[in-house]
């Protein structure tokens, strides 16, 4: 289709940082005015709505806490994610990692029986493992037989969240539990330490930090994200420079996997220290990572500030299904909104439009 003639349209050859910058903030002031109006049709005013989202997720220590908390994951899966979108993999299968990674942490801690001080050590690592396997078989389908990995990476979440159904009411349900299924509770050595009396397993913020500096030198400064990066921009390039495509995507995916099974270990070793149904242990992270990557722009640094703004926006769900009386779902609807937006604004980050002059 041919642009009026009234506009003039312009490939950019690298959009500069600011351009990035200036769009993604539009593009998000454009998601909270859209967002006001669904405000406005429950009748509450859009600024009283936001200002109890921020007040309650940065106004004392137990809505900041609670921030911190739906951060972990979020970075954690969302530092893969710009990995694995980087090779040009479509990863839409974080939250089934991270289950895998919480199922994974839950068969040591139960049923090991490894000394104490090995216990976590050992469930990080069986975590990762268990994230990264259920992450390398899309890849390799992908590769090997050209099957759509978003349609790949989807589907195992729901069989990752049906193997958890099924392990919890069937061959791990807690001999202890009357009525419920979950698990027998972790013991003491198999719990990550909090802050406080508080859900901020520290240790896994921590490592989400140190992780997206490392991830950031690894992509920018290292021969492998050099090749994860010619093989996400031009897969026909990356073969002639005899860059093998499957090595570099089931290296990335081996990474995003990891990152996010090591999210599911952090939630149910710090957080709920046994393995229950799997929409209280995620509730959605694998997903809303998707955004927090996007808006990160590929970038693992900026991960941890776009990871912190949707940890933000989780907490102030609950606040505003309590002091508002709306429900948490509208934060899913926000969700999708500021995604709508972000992916609409790729249009003013790869072309230069401007009004053209007679």
Request: net charge positive; charged share 10%.
């Amino acid at each position: 289709m041919q642009a009026p003639k009234w506009l003039n349209i312009e490939r950019r050859a690298v959009p500069s940082g600011r351009t990035i910058l200036t769009v993604s903030v539009l593009a998000i002031v454009a998601a909270l005015i859209v967002m006001g109006v669904f405000f406005a049709a429950y009748g509450v005013s859009p600024i009283r709505a936001y200002s109890s989202i921020i007040g309650g997720a940065l106004g004392n220590w137990s809505g900041f806490s609670e921030t911190l908390r739906r951060m972990i994951p979020l970075l954690l899966c969302g530092i893969g994610l710009t990995i694995a979108f980087r090779a040009l993999f479509w990863n839409i299968g974080a939250e089934g990692q991270l289950l895998l990674g919480a199922i994974a942490a839950t068969g040591i801690a139960l049923f090991s029986g490894l000394p104490g001080p090995l216990l976590l050590p050992v469930m990080f690592l069986a975590g990762f493992l268990a994230g990264a396997m259920w992450g390398v078989v899309p890849a390799v389908l992908k590769v090997k037989l050209g099957i759509n990995d978003v349609i790949t990476t989807l589907m195992m979440n729901y069989i990752a969240l049906y193997f958890v159904v099924y392990l919890i009411h069937g061959p791990w349900r807690g001999p202890s539990m009357r009525g419920y299924a979950y698990t027998d509770m972790f013991p003491l050595a198999a719990r990550i330490p909090t802050i406080g009396q508080s859900h901020v397993h520290w240790p896994t913020l921590v490592l989400g930090i140190a992780l997206a500096i490392l991830a950031y030198i690894v992509v920018n400064r290292t021969r492998s994200g050099f090749e994860i990066k010619v093989v996400g921009e031009n897969p026909h390039a990356a073969r002639f420079a005899g860059i093998s495509g499957l090595k570099t995507v089931v290296t990335a995916m081996l990474i995003s996997g990891g990152l996010a099974g090591i999210a599911g270990v952090g939630e149910v070793a710090g957080v709920h220290y046994q393995l229950l149904d799997p929409m209280q242990i995620s509730m959605g992270y694998g997903y809303t990572a998707i955004i927090v990557a996007w808006l990160a722009r590929k970038n693992p640094l900026a991960v941890i500030i776009t990871s912190f703004f949707f940890g933000v926006l989780m907490a102030g769900g609950d606040v505003i299904k309590v002091n508002l009386g709306l429900p948490f779902q509208l934060i899913n609807v926000f969700n999708g909104v500021i995604m709508f937006f972000l992916i609409g604004s790729e249009v003013f980050i790869t072309y230069k439009i401007s009004i053209r002059r007679q």
